[in-house]
């Protein structure tokens, strides 16, 4: 870390996210609780816009990152819904030698290798409301054993 580069910037957002409606006061104690257990210094938090699909804010947090240690997301399932927008932000990240922390899921993406294990889930995720609800019933036993 160079003098230039101090704390951890916070994104919360108004929006749904991961089945989840939380509000921004608790997303922003969510981030200063997460940073006073790991010993990181926490930079206030700017709220994505409420529009669907809208990631104006956290483009613009992605061009501050010369002065910022890393960014601080409520959740991963905060992140765009596109994966090739979400490899922008982790790309964004990793080229600037910073870190993105989901406080929620206690997860931290410092390398490359990092990146899998969010995908997986978000992808397992995405998949959910596509399997079925209930499972079909057994067929009767031919043997008529109960």
């Given at each position: 870390?160079?003098?230039?580069?101090?704390?951890?910037?916070?994104?919360?957002?108004?929006?749904?996210?991961?089945?989840?409606?939380?509000?921004?006061?608790?997303?922003?104690?969510?981030?200063?609780?997460?940073?006073?257990?790991?010993?990181?210094?926490?930079?206030?938090?700017?709220?994505?816009n409420?529009?669907?699909?809208?990631?104006?804010?956290?483009?613009?947090?992605?061009?501050?990152?010369?002065?910022?240690?890393?960014?601080?997301?409520?959740?991963?399932?905060?992140?765009p819904?596109?994966?090739?927008?979400?490899?922008q932000?982790?790309r964004?990240?990793?080229?600037?030698?910073?870190?993105?922390?989901?406080?929620?899921?206690?997860?931290?993406?410092?390398?490359?290798?990092?990146?899998?294990?969010?995908?997986?889930?978000?992808?397992?995720?995405?998949?959910?409301?596509?399997?079925?609800?209930?499972?079909?019933?057994?067929?009767?036993?031919?043997?008529?054993?109960?």
């Amino acid at each position: 870390m160079t003098s230039e580069r101090f704390g951890y910037r916070g994104y919360v957002t108004s929006r749904p996210f991961g089945g989840l409606h939380v509000p921004v006061p608790l997303q922003s104690l969510a981030l200063r609780d997460y940073c006073a257990r790991h010993g990181l210094a926490y930079k206030l938090h700017a709220n994505e816009n409420k529009f669907p699909h809208s990631y104006l804010v956290l483009e613009g947090l992605l061009t501050e990152l010369d002065r910022h240690e890393g960014l601080l997301a409520t959740s991963m399932f905060m992140m765009p819904e596109r994966r090739e927008r979400r490899r922008q932000v982790y790309r964004a990240i990793l080229d600037h030698g910073a870190s993105l922390h989901f406080v929620l899921e206690e997860f931290v993406i410092r390398r490359e290798a990092d990146i899998a294990p969010v995908e997986e889930i978000l992808s397992v995720a995405a998949l959910l409301p596509l399997a079925p609800k209930r499972l079909p019933a057994a067929p009767p036993d031919p043997a008529g054993a109960g």
